[in-house]
Nanobody, 120 residues
Framework: VQLQASGGGLVQAGGSLRLSCAAPGRTFSQYALGWFRQAPGKEREFVAAISQSGSSTYTADSVKGRFTISRDNAKRTVYLQMNSLKPEDTAVYFC??????????????WGQGTQVTVSS
């Protein structure tokens, strides 16, 4: 599964961004998908995950109520809507795919990442 994230950029605190991750291929709907982020000098952190059908999601406490994960299987794309952004959300954001149940770890396939910078 090849994943390509996009939509990052520079935004002021309190603003919004929507990240997209496209995965061309007929098996897209078979995978659970997740978003992760990595800030400079820090370990990679789980952000959100979504089931194959999109009916179930799991969001990290650090972004709950501000970030929403969704997917469109017809478009083979997963999204991360980020609202009320804070400077501490600054990181490279990665999308990932895994077989089986959606979860916060053990992903098999990773995209290349997109930079999100939130200015204060």
């Amino acid at each position: 599964v090849q994943l390509q994230a996009s939509g990052g950029g520079l935004v002021q605190a309190g603003g919004s961004l929507r990240l997209s991750c496209a995965a061309p291929g007929r098996t897209f709907s078979q995978y659970a998908l997740g978003w992760f982020r990595q800030a400079p000098g820090k370990e990679r952190e789980f952000v959100a995950a979504i089931s194959q059908s999109g009916s179930s999601t799991y969001t990290a406490d650090s972004v709950k109520g501000r970030f929403t994960i969704s997917r469109d299987n017809a478009k083979r794309t997963v999204y991360l809507q980020m609202n009320s952004l804070k400077p501490e959300d600054t990181a490279v954001y990665f999308c990932a795919a895994r077989s089986g149940v959606y979860a916060s770890d053990k992903y098999d396939y990773w995209g290349q990442g997109t930079q999100v910078t939130v200015s204060s």
